[in-house]
């Protein structure tokens, strides 16, 4: 099974093996059961597989950024805590 072959969620490179292998279904509705269409399928597949590691490895650098960003922010935090606390004392 494979993700949705709607052409807005895809490349166009992709987009292209997905109506080749529509074709090829269409055009060979029976042929497509004994392996007919099995080559546009293996290409669509690891266009798919492309764009899914693709998009992989930049949500993990989104989630690295974002996880930097908030141990910066935590770290801030505590300093101002920190202070805050000093200051406290001194009066």
């Known amino acids: 099974m494979h993700t949705d072959l709607a052409a807005h969620l895809h490349s166009c ?4 093996f997905i109506l080749l292998l529509k074709q090829c279904h269409k055009d060979y509705p ?3 059961f004994i392996g007919a269409c099995n080559e546009f399928d293996r290409l ?3 266009c798919l597989k492309e764009e ?3 998009r992989r490895a930049k ?8 996880k930097r960003r908030i141990k910066e ?3 801030q935090e505590r300093e101002l805590k920190e202070r805050r606390q000093k ?3 001194k009066l």
């Open 87 to 89: 200051e406290d004392r």
């Open 30 to 32: 029976f042929k497509k």
């Open 73 to 75: 922010m935590i770290k």
């Open 44 to 46: 669509m597949v690891r």
């Open 13 to 16: 490179k992709c987009n292209d």
């Open 59 to 66: 949500n993990m650098e989104k989630s690295k950024e974002m």
């Open 52 to 54: 899914r590691l693709e």
